[in-house]
């Protein structure tokens, strides 16, 4: 028996050996989706939003499934920062902090290291050091690169691919680290990010411009022009661009982050901005020209935000929004060479709750299974205080302090702007926090074979680097 046993074991060890070897560099291009606080709750209900409880939402229908523990260096509850940068690097590090080693603190005592106006503050010396990101060994190996997103281009996420600063709010050096010429250029880039596109103009350009962020008086978007970039700012702009014949590309299409999608799919708002499909199907056009291939990142950005503001309509519909970009990009990639990864940076405190019928609206008043119709319509279920309760609600967040809760028996909770109600109230609207718990991972696509199970996010870095052959 103990032979038998020797036996097998090094049967598997030597199978698993040979799937590692067939893994590692069969990718040759990556696109890897972040869906900010993009926790499971999130997932199941706009999959219930769009398609129904027995539908799927495109990203369901990937090869593998995992789960990601998201933890940060020095807290339980990690922030974006961090957690992006962890897939991006695979260093755990501090919250606040960007791509770089794990001894950088954000604070000096409990003073940020970045000033009110976006300037970093962070010691030239003796607060950790720089830690290398995919995108930065994607470059090196000669490969296009881009990130794709629907914040601000020097937000959190975008930031962990091509940017290392001590604290993630120093906003206008973050911009300086991308743009050639700029006095702070990020030289671990080399030839420069491909395509970087999503909001936050403001801090591209000098504080005397209105709406610019800038303290230095550079414009770096005259800088980006001259160092060889196509610049757009409008959606319409962006749309006449000719992926064939552009190869840099910078579009920043608001000062500030871009308008929910909700928003900005109502032909009567009258918003110029592209889609998330439509900038990654570019994004992709203009990569893939590379022979020897490309990384992209693609965030939904403002599903976060939404959820911070406890607006569960605007956070589901952006979630589609993020997955109509998956399905867009899986109709224009060949999986045999490239690799598809989707996954978020932390969860949310949004909870289901109830026993509602199956097909009620999931942004609704939770309905009671246990009785019958009345004249046609389900019968509401109610709290202990008699008055009814929707099926999505926030553990903590932001609104009005209220002895009692409102009766919601009238009141219309599909509405775009209707707020969650919250177990902990924590101020003012947008203060809800992160949740702790583990997140989803699914992909497809080449080298995707080791993507399963449980594991930390800092092991993402190296399953990614490695389908790369990096």
Known sequence: MKTTLKTCAAAIALIGAATS?????????????????????TVTASRIYKYGEAGQLGMEQLKRTARIRTYSNDAQTTDSAPSMAAYMTGVKMNNEVLSMSADTKAYNGTTPY???????????????TAVTTLLE?????????????????THATPAATYSHICHRDGENDIAAQFVPGSGKYNAALGTGVDVLLGGGWRHFVPNTVSGGKRTDGKDLTALLQSAGYTYVSTGTAFKA???ASTSKLVGLFNKDHLNYELDRAKATNNIDEPSLADMTEKAIKILQKNQKG???????????????????????????????????????????????????????????NGYSHKGN????????????????????????????????????????????????TSVDTTADDYIQEVGINLGAVGNETHGGGDVMLLSTGAGNSNFKGSMVNTKVFSLVKSAMGL
């Open 294 to 352: 490309y990384f992209l990142m693609v965030e939904g950005g403002r599903i976060d935000h939404a959820l911070h503001g406890t607006n569960a309509k605007r956070a589901l519909e952006d979630t589609i929004a993020f997955d109509d970009a998956i399905k867009r990009a899986l109709s224009l990639v060949d999986l045999k060479n490239t690799l598809i990864v989707v996954t978020a940076d932390h969860d949310h405190t949004m909870t289901f």
């Open 137 to 153: 060994l994607s470059k090196a190996a000669g490969k296009a690169v881009g990130a794709v997103t629907t914040t601000r281009v």
């Open 361 to 408: 609206n999931i942004l609704g008043k939770v309905t009671d299974i246990k009785q019958t119709t009345v004249q046609g319509k389900a019968v509401l279920a109610t709290a202990a205080d008699s008055k009814p309760y929707t099926t999505l609600v926030f553990g903590n967040g932001g609104g009005p302090r209220k002895a009692t809760r409102d009766d919601l």
């Open 241 to 243: 661009i000719d992926a």
């Open 21 to 41: 070897a067939l893994a590692a560099g069969e990718a040759t291009n990556v696109i890897f989706f972040l869906g900010d606080g993009m926790g499971p709750t």
């Open 114 to 128: 970045v000033t009110a106006a976006g300037d970093s503050t962070c010691p030239a010396t003796g607060n950790g």
